[in-house]
């Protein structure tokens, strides 16, 4: 178990912890999601004591880690830390990576270090990997062996700073099956995201951090449907919303596809809806934007329907109506009407936008 009470931390004049109180029961996998520069990585800093708050104290079962004089190498045994950026050895092997802690905080013998790294390595499905080195690995793959090396010291909790966000989306589930693995364990984690879809299937609960405090914390279901604060709706419809607003050609396609793969692996959308809802958007910007003369407007939002797992699109355009029958159209409207499952257009005058088209897609 471990308690953080009344952790208070200032950085260059600006408080970015004021008050944070957050305790952690044994088995429980914590989620914490907060904005971007709300202290979530600061947090698990302070909690494995990379980083000194200014004031207030940690517990772990009870002893003050906190405390001056503190032995800090049992603290980096008892609780592990897998880190956003792997942060692997890279002049040692996949099993030397493993071994080390073993070897160098534990005292173990090489022999035995090595039997211990290698059923380890086979645990997060790496046995074949073991000679290899970290360059020549997958993401995935990476993060996997910086798993294994902190399940290597038996850890009594395991920290997690956003450990899929810099994998592409085929990696993150090789990951997040390896994390589903720890919870089956009954680990005790804290593990920050923004991915909901991994919270919603390894985390008992959630912490909001904002503006310095624990603005709220509860159960997934209750944090991500029924939050009783506004800030905490707000902040989840962020993340279960995306949208595109395309003023002129000059828009960074790219970045978008980018987000719509980030949007269906945070919210655990099938790849079936997600390809859909990418060929959909690359059509509508094909016809109301590549294709026009004109300099027509577009604003796409589109929500993801966790209980009917079904996707919804709102999108809004400038320019003549739109007609099917129209050369601009007539390619790309078939398509979107067949990987759509429900459609419907209509004509409206709002913003300087002229044009409706509700969507869902399944
Ligand atoms: P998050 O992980 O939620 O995005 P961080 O924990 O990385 O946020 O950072 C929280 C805030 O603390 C940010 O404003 C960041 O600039 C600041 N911060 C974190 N670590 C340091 C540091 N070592 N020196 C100065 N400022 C820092
Ligand atoms: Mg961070």
């Given amino acids: 178990m471990i308690e953080v ?5 200032i950085f260059d004049s600006t408080e970015v912890f004021k008050d944070i109180n957050l305790k952690v029961n044994d088995g429980d996998v914590v989620g914490v999601i907060g904005p971007s520069g709300s202290g979530k990585s600061l947090l698990l800093r302070c909690m ?3 980083e000194r708050a200014d004031s207030g104290r940690i517990y772990l079962d ?5 405390a001056p004089g503190y032995n800090l190498d049992s603290v980096h045994k008892r609780i592990g830390m897998v880190f956003q950026t792997f ?3 890279e002049h040692l092997s996949v099993v030397e990576n493993v071994m080390s802690g073993l ?3 534990n005292g173990m013998k090489t022999i035995e270090a090595y039997d211990r790294a290698k059923q380890l390595l086979q645990e997060v499905g790496l046995a074949d990997k073991a000679f290899m080195y970290p360059r020549s690995l997958s993401s995935g793959e990476k993060q996997r062996v910086a798993i294994a090396r902190t399940l290597s010291l038996e850890p009594e909790i395991i920290l997690m700073d956003e450990p899929t966000s810099l994998l592409d989306p085929l990696m993150r589930g090789e990951v ?3 994390i589903r693995m720890l919870k089956s364990e009954h680990r005790t984690m804290v593990i920050t995201t923004h991915e909901m879809e991994l919270i919603r299937q390894v985390c008992n609960k959630v912490v909001f951090l904002n503006d310095g405090i624990v603005w709220e914390e509860g159960t997934p279901g209750k944090i991500f449907d029924n939050a009783d604060r506004d800030e905490t709706r707000r902040f989840v419809k962020a993340l279960r919303v995306l949208e595109f607003d395309v003023q002129s050609a000059d828009f960074d396609f790219i970045g978008m596809k980018t987000q719509i793969l980030d949007f269906a692996y945070r919210n655990g959308v099938s790849t079936l809806a997600m390809n859909r809802l990418m060929s959909i958007v690359e059509e509508f910007v ?3 934007i590549i294709q026009q003369q004109e300099d027509n407007r577009m604003k796409m939002t589109f929500e993801y329907n966790k209980h009917e797992e079904r996707i919804e699109g709102n999108i809004l355009f400038s320019g003549e109506e739109l007609d099917p029958d129209n050369p601009r159209y007539v390619f790309s409207w078939p398509i979107i009407k067949m990987r759509a499952t429900e459609i419907e257009t209509s004509l409206i005058d709002e913003d300087g936008y002229t044009n409706r ?6």
Wanted: aromatic share 6%; hydrophobic share 50%; no cysteine.
């Fill in 176 to 178: 997040e099956s390896v």
């Fill in 357 to 362: 088209v509700f969507i869902t897609i399944k």
């Fill in 286 to 288: 094909q016809m109301i």
């Fill in 87 to 89: 942060n692997l050895f």
């Fill in 62 to 66: 009870g002893d003050e880690i906190t």
């Fill in 103 to 105: 070897v160098h905080l």
């Fill in 48 to 50: 494995i004591m990379l």
């Fill in 5 to 9: 009470e009344h952790l208070k931390k």
